[in-house]
């Protein structure tokens, strides 16, 4: 450990705080709706950047919940358990009074009078902290993080009212953090807004003919088949997120045990375009086209795969048609499917649903235009991604200068912080 300022002490983590495990329950007892007797549950899933209370809760019987187990405010939820280990560490702390529990995959850390509650949550979140949980907590097929490991974690402690100094000047630094992590957030949105509207204003004229895309083909649609996933040989096949991402690569398919004869026919093959059938209301309808290597992959049943007769469309170009706005809203206004469950498109959405078809070769324009508008967007969106890590690397320096005593609250303490990163 560091050498601490004068004045500072250490004690583990059981001195200041108590540690909580979430509620077991069964899934039969899990409700995706509130109702009288039932309570809110948080997940591992809900410990994002800002802690989410609304989204993706699950409610379980008021009865099956201990009173040790309600969270109360200033409490800090971590995920403990996790098939992955980036998520293991993840903790956030509940900042407004809020009727609800957590589950057996999580922990809560509860901070004593003796500590500031922030100052605590502030330096559970630091990357030492997370790096050395994350270290403790690795496993073969589920990584569990033990309230011992967590209980005996060292915390360096300044008077109280250094603490409370401490994370004065903190939170003050780290706003700023935030506000410029936002408007790289914003600016990213508004530079993929104006790439989409740049398309889709050449896409959509008013002198522009429609055609159904099913009138486009040069042969029926297909959906795609879904088998078991293997850990050894077998058929490569694509996953929905290839197409969300619009990316073809390893990472995005998996091995399946998909017959080769009852597949013959999927294998896809330059230029196919990909239409998600079933997916959130947002994406169903997505829709990518593929440029790898023929006989790479097959598609799995959530696909639907089209192919162009040439002579009359571009795939490239219909692709982009079916990627604007209007035909993209057009399709997930098809959509069907019973609350709570995914939306589906079926063939036949997707067959009569119109598009501007111009000559070959304003086609080719509106491609080649809408390359250079993704390859300028592509340049933006990396010195965005570029900016991004840095703000997240001054915000590990931060904490680890906060947590060493070496916070004095002047703006040079960014300018040394910067002096700790390397992205």
């Excluded at 997505?286 to 795969?305: E, K």
Aim: contains cysteine; hydrophobic residues 40%; positive net charge.
């Amino acid at each position: 450990m560091i050498e601490l300022p004068a004045q500072w002490t250490a004690a583990p983590l059981r001195d200041v705080a108590t540690t909580h495990r979430g509620v077991t329950y069964e899934k039969r007892q899990a409700s995706s709706e509130p109702a009288p007797g039932r309570i809110p549950l948080l997940r591992a899933t809900n410990i994002t950047d800002r802690l989410e209370l609304v989204a993706d809760l699950v409610y379980v019987p008021a009865e099956v919940v201990k009173p040790l187990q309600v969270l109360r405010r200033n409490d800090i939820v971590v995920a403990s358990s996790s098939g992955s280990i980036s998520v293991v560490g993840k903790s956030r702390q509940l900042l407004t009074e809020w009727e609800g529990t957590f589950g057996a995959f999580c922990l809560a850390i509860r901070p004593r009078e003796s500590v500031h509650p922030r100052y605590l949550a502030h330096f559970v979140a630091s990357q030492h902290v997370r790096d050395s949980w994350s270290a403790a907590a690795r496993g073969t097929n589920i990584n569990n993080l033990k309230a011992r490991v967590v209980e005996d974690t060292i915390v360096p402690l300044p008077p109280f009212d250094e603490q409370r100094r401490i994370v004065d000047i903190l939170e003050d630094h780290l706003s700023r953090l935030d506000a410029a992590a936002d408007s790289l957030e914003s600016s990213k949105a508004r530079a993929a807004a104006l790439a989409r509207s740049i398309t889709d204003q050449a896409i959509w004229t008013p002198e522009a003919r429609l055609a159904s895309v099913g009138d486009l083909l040069r042969e029926v649609m297909r959906n795609g088949h879904s088998a078991r996933a293997l850990a050894g040989n077998g058929i490569r096949t694509l996953t929905l997120t290839a197409v969300t991402r619009r990316t073809f690569t390893d990472e995005f398919s998996k091995i399946t045990s998909a017959s080769p004869e009852r597949v013959r026919d999927l294998w896809l093959e330059p230029g196919d375009i990909l239409v998600q059938r079933s997916n959130t209301p947002d994406l169903v309808g997505s829709t990518a086209i593929y440029r790898g290597p023929r006989n790479w992959a097959i598609f799995p049943d959530l696909l639907i795969r089209l192919r162009t007769d040439t002579s009359r469309v571009e795939p490239e170009y219909l692709c982009l048609a079916m990627q604007s706005e209007r035909a993209h809203r057009a399709l997930r206004s098809r959509a069907k499917g019973l609350a709570g469950s995914m939306p589906k498109i079926d063939q036949g959405a997707i067959s009569s649903l119109r598009v501007p078809v111009p000559d070959l070769a304003t086609q080719r324009q509106i491609v080649s235009r809408a390359e250079d508008v993704d390859s300028d967007l592509t340049g933006l969106e990396a010195a965005i991604l570029t900016s991004a890590k840095r703000g997240a690397s001054l915000r590990r320096a931060l904490l680890a200068a906060a947590f060493a005593g070496r916070l004095t609250g002047r703006t040079s303490d960014l300018d040394r912080a910067e002096e700790m990163v390397s992205v």
